[in-house]
């Protein structure tokens, strides 16, 4: 079995400043693992997946994610928060025999002037 | 340009009515699948295909029937029997199923309400 939980349902940073959207995972086998962004009334978009290479995962505009299998950990970051930032974000994961994904509960990101 | 395509974008549905949701996707993907999505909440699986005229039950499947007569297309029924339709509707595919290191592809999402 597995799950993600994604820590903070909502998260509200100034722009310019760092942000840090939290979200722990289990899985019985080394999993796949998806951040995907979602602007209001539009689908969801990939930001960056983990597959086993490098822990340190660079996305799309300037996010990234640490994975740590010790932690069960997948938090994403980004250095300095745009106002185009503000979204609802998901953690995902996928297991590594073929079953269904799962997705996190999501974290509302606000960025305030 | 490939991609998904969902229509229509906004749809009213009256009380007992069936309404069929469209998804067609480019990119020859295997797999499709069908989420629905509520207010604050996260997206919950409703169905899904692994290939061309196969579907199961995702883990909210009464009440919505699918048919996955083509490749490319995916097409929702929300029936009478669905008490509560009103929801953001949202279509993804992914290369294949099996292969769990690849992401899914979204269409730009169906709203439906009940009027």
């Known amino acids: 079995a597995q799950s993600v939980t994604q820590l903070d349902s909502h998260v509200s940073v100034s722009e310019g400043t760092p942000v840090l959207l939290r979200c722990n995972y289990s899985?019985?086998?080394?999993?796949?693992l998806f951040w995907y962004v979602q602007h209001p009334n539009k689908g969801l978009q990939l930001l960056l997946k983990?597959?086993?290479?490098?822990?340190l995962v660079k996305g799309i505009n300037g996010f990234e994610a640490e994975f740590k299998k010790s932690e069960t950990s997948f938090h994403l970051t980004k250095p300095s928060a745009h106002m185009s930032d503000a979204a609802e974000y998901f953690c995902v994961v996928n297991p590594t025999n073929a079953g269904k994904s799962t997705f996190g509960d999501g974290t509302t990101l606000t960025v305030k002037p | 340009d490939g991609g998904i395509t969902q229509s229509p974008k906004y749809l009213f549905r009256k009380e007992g009515q069936n309404v069929t949701l469209s998804c067609e996707q480019n990119l020859n993907h295997d797999a499709m699948y069908w989420y629905r999505q509520d207010p604050g909440q996260g997206l919950r699986l409703i169905y899904y295909s692994q290939i061309v005229n196969d579907f199961q039950k995702g883990d909210i499947a009464e009440g919505y029937s699918v048919s996955r007569e083509k490749k490319e297309s995916f097409p929702l029924t929300v029936t009478s029997a669905q008490k509560n339709p009103t929801a953001f509707y949202l279509c993804?595919?992914?290369?294949?199923?099996?292969?769990?290191?690849?992401?899914?592809?979204f269409g730009q999402g169906t709203r439906l309400t009940v009027v």
């Open positions: 899985s019985s086998y080394s999993p796949s």
């Open positions: 993804a595919s992914s290369i294949q199923m099996a292969v769990s290191n690849t992401e899914a592809f």
């Open positions: 983990y597959t086993s290479a490098a822990t």
